[in-house]
């Protein structure tokens, strides 16, 4: 009983660990995104995409990917494709903050 408790308790201080580092890794990518840094709109769109498919119930994850597509939709010249695209993230970030 108390091995499986360790164990338990173990796997949990890991997997915190792991969110903390991903997120840690992604928040200064994601400021430079804000600020306008397009090659760290894509990065953070890579990390954050790889995030959501290790953990599909991570909804920072989703919502902050979600942000990161529409932050892409800025830095879009004119037409259909962007407004596509920001669609897409509005829509995206409107699911993830209802789940």
């Not at 430079?32 to 894509?42: H, P, S, W, Y």
């Given at each position: 009983m108390l091995r499986s408790l360790l164990v338990s308790m173990t796997c949990i201080a890991l997997a915190s660990a792991t969110a903390s580092s991903v997120e840690?890794?992604?928040?200064?990518?994601?400021?430079?995104?804000?600020?306008?840094?397009?090659?760290?709109?894509?990065?953070?769109?890579?990390?954050?995409e790889a995030e959501v498919k290790a953990d599909p119930s991570n909804q920072l994850a989703h919502a902050t990917l979600d942000s990161a597509i529409t932050l892409r939709s800025r830095d879009m010249g004119w037409g259909p494709a962007k407004l596509r695209t920001l669609n897409e993230g509005i829509a995206a970030m409107n699911s993830a903050v209802a789940a």
């Open positions: 840690d890794e992604i928040r200064p990518l994601f400021r430079r995104a804000l600020a306008g840094d397009k090659a760290a709109v894509e990065s953070c769109i890579v990390k954050l």
